[in-house]
């Protein structure tokens, strides 16, 4: 009812806090590009094997002066993988604790997703994937967020064609390549969300392609992951090259961020090899679950900044730097570069991270030094414990809430937010 969205945005109003002056709107009006990197976890930047980076187009592009680049920052995915990371960078929802928001009520529920948004200020907006249209329920939960079209497989050349594929899809790079042409057609500006998929477990990937020494593990199924992390490295490279000749990457907004872990828990010894170290313990593997978030514009102070986030924070940080208010909105999550931003990081499971301490699988650490901490005869760690994982259990419940009783469709405060008509989007390509 809406007296349940009453109480959201009630818990929502308690934690909000206000935009960056100096950044707000500085990337007001500008074409966007939100380039997915499947299973790119955040060890891989500046990583090397044998003495060879294994993704130097991104390292360059995280070191860029015009990028902004987060190290303190996690996927919070959970059982949706990809359509969590989807549902948090689009809406600032959470997944649910079982299943895939996306699967069980993209289709039904009402959203107030970026596409609508920036839609209303008069973008054009677009999703990319190499998959078919129907992985995830994509095809039907992004007319729920209200984008204009989605290409997937069957718009792209060949994609029948087995060569072209590998895994779950086009292969990264002709997938890029080909994207580029349809993207250069739409009118500015432009909201474009790129969906890679080659870096995907099993991380399988033709001879002809493979230019990178597999790590030596002895895992074989972690070993091949910098083989295909490089190879959709080359796609980026490619893309942004191309851009670059077209003018596009000049008068863009890139957003660029993993979706989740490529290597599982499963795999603690080949985990503990890559990371140089004997062994791993649960706060390693809580740093394990970085993903990276760049967003670079022309212009844009960029830098490593430390603050602690996740991909729930991914949209609001974005709505300010396009000089969109937030103001009224059902988000989750914070802006990244507010000054006040209070550093709480939730997985969907309940665990957390804070600049302070870190929560994972009911172990708590000390989140700089790495060494473990007890409740007992530690009154700082109980007060502040008990306070942040209020705030996680709350964010989580009220995030459910919102998805399960669909209650966007109570909001009569953005009376100036246009109903997504989503009848009026027709993906499939023989009627394009
Ligand atoms: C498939 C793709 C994979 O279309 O996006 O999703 P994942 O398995 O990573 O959740
Ligand atoms: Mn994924």
Redesign the pocket.
């Known amino acids: 009812t809406s007296k349940d969205l009453d109480k959201v945005k009630a818990f929502l109003a308690q934690n909000d806090i206000p935009a960056n002056a100096s950044y707000y709107g500085t990337q007001k009006g500008k074409n966007v590009f939100v380039i997915h990197l499947?299973?790119f976890q955040q060890f891989l930047i500046d990583y090397k094997v044998d003495g060879k980076e294994v993704t130097p187009n991104l390292n360059a592009f995280y070191h860029d002066q015009n990028t902004l680049s987060f190290d303190n920052f996690y996927n919070q995915v959970g059982q949706?993988?990809?359509?969590d990371a989807e549902m948090m960078q689009e809406n600032s929802l959470y997944g649910l604790s079982t299943g895939s928001a996306m699967t069980k009520y993209g289709t039904a529920n009402t959203f107030e997703a970026t596409p609508a948004i920036l839609g209303q200020q008069g973008y054009t907006t677009a999703a990319f994937?190499g998959?078919?249209s129907t992985?995830?329920n994509?095809n039907n939960t992004y007319k729920s967020f209200g984008y204009n079209y989605f290409f997937s497989k069957d718009y792209y050349p060949n994609s029948e064609n087995p060569n072209y594929s590998v895994g779950?899809?086009l292969k990264d790079k002709i997938f890029l390549k080909d994207s580029a042409q349809y993207i250069e057609q739409l009118p500015q500006p432009f909201y474009a969300k790129l969906?890679t998929?080659t870096n995907?477990?099993p991380y399988g990937l033709d001879k002809q392609n493979i230019d990178f020494p597999a790590t030596n593990t002895g895992d074989s199924t972690v070993d091949g992951y910098v083989q295909t992390a490089h190879y959709l490295d080359q796609s980026f490279g490619e893309l942004m090259d191309y851009l670059k000749k077209t003018g596009l990457y000049d008068n863009s907004t890139f957003v660029l961020y993993g979706?989740?872990y490529g290597i599982s828990e499963n795999h603690k010894p080949a985990i503990a090899k890559l990371l140089g170290k004997d062994s791993v313990n649960n706060y390693d593997l809580a740093n394990f679950q970085k993903v990276p978030f760049m967003i670079h514009g022309t212009g844009l102070q960029g830098g490593i900044n430390h603050t602690y986030g996740g991909e729930i924070d991914m949209m609001p940080t974005l709505m300010h730097l396009l000089g969109v208010s937030t103001d009224g909105m059902t988000l989750f999550g914070h802006d990244l570069l507010s000054p006040q931003n209070q550093q709480t990081v939730v997985f969907r499971n309940g665990d957390w991270v804070t600049p302070t301490y870190t929560k994972y699988r009911n172990e708590y650490f000390d989140t700089k030094s790495g060494q473990q901490v007890y409740m007992k005869d530690n009154p700082a760690l109980q007060a502040m414990a008990k306070r942040i994982q209020s705030y996680a259990d709350q964010s989580l419940s009220y995030s459910d809430k919102v998805i399960t009783g669909d209650l966007l469709r109570f909001d009569k405060t953005r009376l100036n937010f246009a109903k997504v008509n989503k009848s009026s989007y027709d993906y499939n390509k023989k009627n394009a």
């Open positions: 499947e299973s949706g993988k990809t359509s994937h998959d078919v992985f995830w994509r779950y899809g969906i998929v995907h477990y979706d989740h």
